[in-house]
């Protein structure tokens, strides 16, 4: 999960177009330090969730964790960075779906293309983690795509091959390239309109670091494209080890204890 993580806090400081536009910016600037955004509690409450339940839950325990984690990180870290109807779902004592498209249902699902065996099982949780909140069909198509395309690119799918199933199955258009996305993209919180776009980024990429700068490059709502394409990038390419330990460093404890347990799960299933 570090790719999406290193996302959210590369493009964090780039959100509501605050920057240029460009691929030539300082990476981990000091003067635009952040530490982390909801995206990176959010991702972290899904990941403890699919431990917590086990990769063998059924619809209704899996939910039911996933909403317990969401709500038990979500109020205690990143408050007040959450949209207005997700912090009054983290706070209600029987939350409900209401019927979001918003992009959070793709920006949190990484975990899940990491943790299951078949990409059957690994679209049927990404649904799952988007209904508790994000039962809007866009919402769940954003995370299902996003968690597939996590799974392909981990399991040695080509680009063209993740291209050409996501749009078959998600019907994704992926016509336009950076360079003609980039001039009218703006700040959008809608699956449909940053899930395209960052999946777009890292098709273009040519490695970890070239997939993150793609996605600065566009502007929006920088933390969660950022976050989406960092998702996959890290499934595809890797993360580099200087950037592992950036990203550690800027982690409170409780979230690098999730991540440590969560590379644990994942090798015990493999």
């Not at 019927?99 to 299951?116: C, E, I, L, T």
């Not at 990404?126 to 909140?133: D, F, I, M, Q």
Request: aromatic share 12%; hydrophobic share 35%; charged share 25%.
């Amino acid at each position: 999960m570090y790719g999406a993580i290193l996302g959210d806090m590369i493009g964090a400081p780039y959100e509501f177009d605050q920057g240029e536009k460009t691929k030539d910016f300082i990476l981990f600037d000091p003067r635009k330090w952040v530490r982390y955004t909801d995206d990176t509690a959010m991702t972290l409450a899904v990941a403890k969730g699919i431990m917590k339940a086990g990769a063998c839950a059924d619809e209704l325990s899996m939910k039911a964790v996933f909403v317990g984690c969401m709500q038990d990180i979500g109020n205690r870290y990143a408050t007040g960075e959450y949209g207005g109807m997700f912090s009054k779902w983290l706070r209600n004592p029987d939350p409900q779906p209401y019927g979001s498209y918003g992009n959070g249902a793709a920006m949190r699902v990484s975990a899940v293309g990491w943790a299951f065996n078949s990409l059957e099982r690994t679209t049927e949780v990404a649904r799952w983690s988007a209904e508790v909140s994000h039962d809007h069909p866009e919402g769940i198509k954003g995370a299902e795509s996003v968690a597939s395309a996590i799974y392909l690119a981990r399991t040695g799918m080509g680009k063209d091959e993740i291209r050409k199933y996501i749009e078959e199955c998600y019907g994704y258009n992926f016509s336009r390239t950076l360079d003609e996305i980039r001039p009218t993209y703006h700040h959008v919180e809608s699956c449909q309109e940053t899930v395209p776009e960052a999946l777009t980024a890292f098709f273009e990429g040519v490695d970890f670091e070239d997939v993150i700068r793609n996605a600065v490059s566009l502007g929006g709502d920088c933390d969660t494209l950022t976050c989406i394409a960092g998702a996959v990038g890290e499934a595809f390419y890797g993360v580099p080890e200087d950037m592992k330990k950036e990203c550690m460093s800027r982690l409170p404890e409780e979230f690098l204890g999730i991540m440590a347990d969560f590379e644990q799960f994942i090798k015990e299933i493999s």
